[in-house]
Every structure is written in C-alpha cells, then in structure tokens.
C-alpha cells in the first residue's frame, strides 16, 4: 500500500481556479504527474513535485529523472545530469536504469558535451526494454555522432593463432642445390592481444565536402605458446612486439548523391620490438559511384613511400590499384567482390615485387536468431623482381578463407561480440615463406 504524500501545487500549473488548490496523490500518481507536466511544457511545476518526492524518498529513482529532465527543460544542464546519475545509481529495475541513462545522455548533449552522452547512451541500450526503443537510441546515438566534430574508434582483439611467429612449413632451406636446416625455423602457436584507438576531427563540412584529420594508435602484443623455449630459446615476446602510429588527412567531395571523390594523405611509423622499422607516407585517391539502392563501385589508387630505418637499400615505393564492388542482398546480407594490383619498387631483392589478388564476401544465411555469417574468401599471386637464394625469382601463391560470425544477441553497452575464423596458406618457390597460419580473432564492435 503506497503512502500518500500531500501536494501543494498551484492552480495554475493544474486547471483554472482563482485560488491554489490542494489535493493528494498516491506515489504512483504523484510520480505519472511529475512526468505529465514536464512533457506538457511545465517543467517548473514537475520539478515541484518531483523536489516533494526526494522529500519522502531521496532514493526515488522515478522522481530523480523527472528532476532531470525538468531540469534540463530549465536550462540547468549540470543539475540534470547530477539528478540522473544519481537515479542510475539508486534504480532496482532495468527499466529505471535504461531512462535514467537516457536522461543523462539528454543532459550531456543539451550540455554539449556528446561523446559523453553517447557513453550514457550505450548504457541506456544496454538496459533498453525492447526492440523498438533500443533502436530509438540507435539513432539518437547516430544524431549525435554525426553532429560531433570529434570521435573515437577504439579497438581491441584476442587472436589464438598456431603461428604467431610467421614460421615456414618446413625448416629445410635450399640454396644453389644445398638444403640447409634451421630447427628454430618452425611455425609457433601463441596469442595475439591487439588495442588500438583513431581519434577523428572533422575540419569542415557541407552538404557536399567533407575535410577530417585523423590521429590513429595500434598495440599488438605477443604471448608465447609453451613449445617455444624448446624451438627457440632466443625468441622473446616483446621483440615480436608491433606499434604503429598514423596522422591522416582526408578529404570527400560528393557532388550528386549517387557518386563522391575522396583525397587522402598520411604519415605511418612502424615499430617492431621498440625499435623503429619504417616511416610510410602516402598518397590516395578513390571514387565512389552507387548506380542503385544498396550497390558501391569504388575504384582506388594509392602510393606510398616507405623509408626504412634499418637499411635504405630496404626503402621501397608501393603502388596499389583496386575496384570493389558490393551489394545487399534481398535478405540483408551483403555480396561483395572485387580485385588489386600491387606494384613494389625497391633495391632489396625480398622486397621489389608485383602482385595481383581476387576477393569475394558473401553473407550466409543465419543459422540461429542473432547471428549474422559472413565467408570471405581471397587468392592472388607474387612475383618478385629478382632472385635471392635462388636462380630464379621467387613466386608466391597466396590464399585466404574465413568465416566471421556476429552475434547481435550478446550486444552489451553497444557492442556486439565477432568471432572471425580464418586460415591463410602462402605457397613460395623459396621454403624459408611457405607458410601455413589458421586462427581465431574474438573482438568487438558498435552496434551503431
């Protein structure tokens, strides 16, 4: 039995009198009032009873987000959100939870303050009472994205692989008729935990040009399978440790819906084993063109100038050609295709080469509710430029398969959980790269 609380509320704020009335309300009517009045446009008279409610109850979940939003209606953005953090806090329902967070996201973006609302809205997904209303925050999440000069991309991932070390399949190695045998030349198993982030800043923007700069941040760690010590008692972790740092610049000019040009530029450094490896600059252009509803060709050309820092005889300049094409599918999934051409020029013999390779995607049907599959398949060829242990140049056949699995029915805070399945074969006239790798990589990614 909910205990009735006594309102003095003005005649004004509730129906035309000439003198203030008093009335009494439950709980339940008081709080269903507090939120009437406050989506009618009377936030002062919502924030009245509300205010009468943390009288009785301080831990008044309900009463805390009609404080918020009133207050936000009010203009008084920081009091608003402290109201809704503390309904989080004090809400026993999934329910209260998922408005309360809304209620903060909303204080925070009136606030402009976006990219903490949009933390506040993943939570409000996470606790979103159905379908249809964790959609609405799909899009206000989008609304705000699309309205925020700044944005963050991080990135995390687990990938158990049964060759981290990029080992051959075999550790015999012939050279001028001789077979030489390296016995720590021998694939080895471990995992692979890789962090990440690309901090984004739309420069400028119209309904027809886009200009944003990018600043980006890759981590990839090792961690050694057991049979290493035996393989290789010289191999460590953290000299198989890969960093990468990039600042790009991008710009796009779409000038009719259906087709759009995009320019970039940027400088990369690789690290491997704390030790700088290379600095990259490059250059690229691609155009887009939709010729119906849901279909892309996108041509791309890159160069890029790769300046070695362990030997200029190393420093390579790469030229890459590619067209891509992609669909959807009647039933949601995506058809995707599309081909390359890579050309490397370069004064070390392990390096100038010219490649051409195929890939297709395709989206499967779902075997279970939730869960999308995507097979990707990839194949191509390499020829490099001259010979090294060998009297002819060395040749390459490489492949990919693999098998990606969503699963939207894991989604937490926004993120949804992929495992990617793959194996990739690389068959070389020199046995010192013919390689065999197959793998699993667990990561997450936004939902919206």
Same mark, same amino acid.
């Given at each position: 039995?909910?205990?009735?609380?006594?309102?003095?509320?003005?005649?004004?704020?509730?129906?035309?009198?000439?003198?203030?009335a008093q009335t009494?309300?439950?709980?339940?009517?008081?709080?269903?009032?507090?939120?009437?009045?406050?989506?009618?446009?009377?936030?002062?008279?919502?924030?009245?009873?509300?205010?009468?409610?943390?009288?009785?109850?301080?831990?008044?979940?309900?009463?805390?987000?009609?404080?918020?939003?009133?207050?936000?209606?009010?203009?008084?953005?920081?009091?608003?959100?402290?109201?809704?953090?503390?309904?989080?806090?004090?809400?026993?329902?999934?329910?209260?939870?998922?408005?309360?967070?809304?209620?903060?996201?909303?204080?925070?973006?009136?606030?402009?303050?976006?990219?903490?609302?949009?933390?506040?809205?993943?939570?409000?997904?996470?606790?979103?009472? !159905?379908?249809?209303?964790?959609?609405?925050?799909?899009?206000?999440?989008?609304?705000?994205r699309d309205r925020?000069?700044?944005?963050?991309?991080?990135?995390?991932?687990?990938?158990?692989?049964?060759?981290? /070390?990029?080992?051959?399949?075999?550790?015999?190695?012939?050279?001028?008729?001789?077979?030489?045998?390296?016995?720590?030349?021998?694939?080895?198993?471990?995992?692979?935990?890789?962090?990440?982030?690309?901090?984004?800043?739309?420069?400028?923007?119209?309904?027809?040009?886009?200009?944003?700069?990018?600043?980006?941040?890759?981590?990839?760690?090792?961690?050694?399978?057991?049979?290493?010590?035996?393989? !290789?008692?010289?191999?460590?972790?953290?000299?198989?440790?890969?960093?990468?740092?990039?600042?790009?610049?991008?710009?796009?000019?779409?000038?009719?819906?259906?087709?759009?040009?995009?320019?970039?530029?940027?400088?990369?450094?690789?690290?491997?084993?704390?030790?700088?490896?290379?600095?990259? /600059?490059?250059?690229?252009?691609?155009?887009?063109?939709?010729?119906?509803?849901?279909?892309?060709?996108?041509?791309?050309? /890159?160069?890029?100038?790769?300046?070695?820092?362990?030997?200029?005889?190393?420093?390579?300049?790469?030229?890459?050609?590619?067209l891509d094409y992609?669909?959807?599918?009647?039933?949601?999934?995506?058809?995707?295709?599309?081909?390359?051409?890579?050309?490397?020029?370069?004064?070390?013999?392990?390096?100038?080469?010219?490649?051409?390779?195929?890939?297709?995607?395709?989206?499967?049907?779902?075997?279970?509710?939730?869960?999308?599959?995507?097979?990707?398949?990839?194949?191509?060829?390499?020829?490099?430029?001259?010979?090294?242990?060998?009297?002819?140049?060395?040749?390459?056949?490489?492949?990919?398969?693999?098998?990606?699995?969503?699963?939207?029915?894991?989604?937490?805070?926004?993120?949804?959980?992929?495992?990617?399945?793959?194996?990739?074969?690389?068959?070389?006239?020199?046995?010192?790269?013919?390689?065999?790798?197959?793998?699993?990589?667990?990561?997450?990614?936004?939902?919206?």
């Amino acid at each position: 039995m909910f205990r009735a609380v006594r309102l003095a509320v003005a005649a004004t704020a509730l129906w035309a009198s000439s003198a203030a009335a008093q009335t009494v309300f439950d709980i339940p009517q008081a709080r269903a009032l507090a939120f009437q009045l406050e989506t009618a446009g009377q936030p002062s008279a919502a924030l009245a009873i509300a205010l009468k409610l943390l009288e009785r109850d301080p831990r008044d979940a309900a009463a805390l987000i009609a404080v918020s939003r009133s207050e936000r209606d009010l203009g008084h953005y920081d009091r608003a959100f402290d109201a809704a953090q503390a309904a989080y806090a004090f809400a026993e329902t999934d329910a209260l939870r998922h408005y309360a967070a809304l209620a903060a996201a909303q204080a925070l973006a009136s606030d402009e303050k976006r990219l903490l609302a949009q933390i506040w809205l993943r939570r409000a997904a996470e606790y979103a009472p !159905d379908a249809v209303t964790a959609a609405r925050v799909a899009r206000d999440y989008a609304y705000l994205r699309d309205r925020m000069r700044w944005s963050v991309d991080p990135r995390f991932a687990l990938a158990p692989s049964d060759n981290v /070390n990029n080992g051959p399949t075999s550790p015999d190695i012939q050279i001028g008729g001789l077979i030489f045998t390296d016995p720590s030349a021998q694939p080895i198993s471990g995992l692979e935990i890789s962090a990440g982030a690309t901090l984004s800043y739309r420069l400028a923007e119209t309904t027809t040009r886009r200009a944003s700069l990018r600043l980006g941040y890759d981590d990839t760690q090792i961690v050694l399978g057991p049979e290493a010590a035996s393989i !290789d008692p010289t191999l460590r972790a953290a000299a198989m440790r890969q960093q990468s740092a990039d600042l790009g610049l991008s710009y796009d000019f779409a000038p009719q819906p259906d087709r759009m040009l995009s320019l970039s530029a940027h400088r990369t450094g690789f690290w491997s084993g704390g030790i700088k490896l290379v600095d990259i /600059n490059g250059l690229g252009i691609a155009g887009t063109f939709a010729p119906h509803q849901g279909q892309s060709l996108v041509a791309r050309a /890159n160069i890029d100038w790769h300046d070695r820092a362990d030997s200029a005889l190393r420093d390579a300049t790469v030229r890459v050609f590619s067209l891509d094409y992609s669909r959807r599918l009647s039933a949601g999934q995506r058809l995707a295709y599309g081909i390359s051409y890579k050309d490397t020029d370069s004064a070390s013999a392990s390096i100038a080469a010219r490649e051409v390779s195929a890939h297709l995607e395709i989206g499967l049907p779902p075997l279970i509710d939730g869960l999308s599959l995507e097979l990707g398949l990839e194949a191509g060829a390499r020829l490099f430029d001259q010979p090294l242990f060998t009297p002819e140049p060395r040749q390459d056949q490489f492949a990919h398969i693999g098998l990606t699995a969503v699963w939207s029915g894991g989604t937490h805070f926004g993120l949804v959980p992929v495992i990617e399945l793959g194996f990739d074969r690389n068959r070389s006239s020199v046995g010192a790269y013919d390689t065999a790798r197959s793998g699993i990589t667990l990561s997450l990614r936004s939902a919206f």
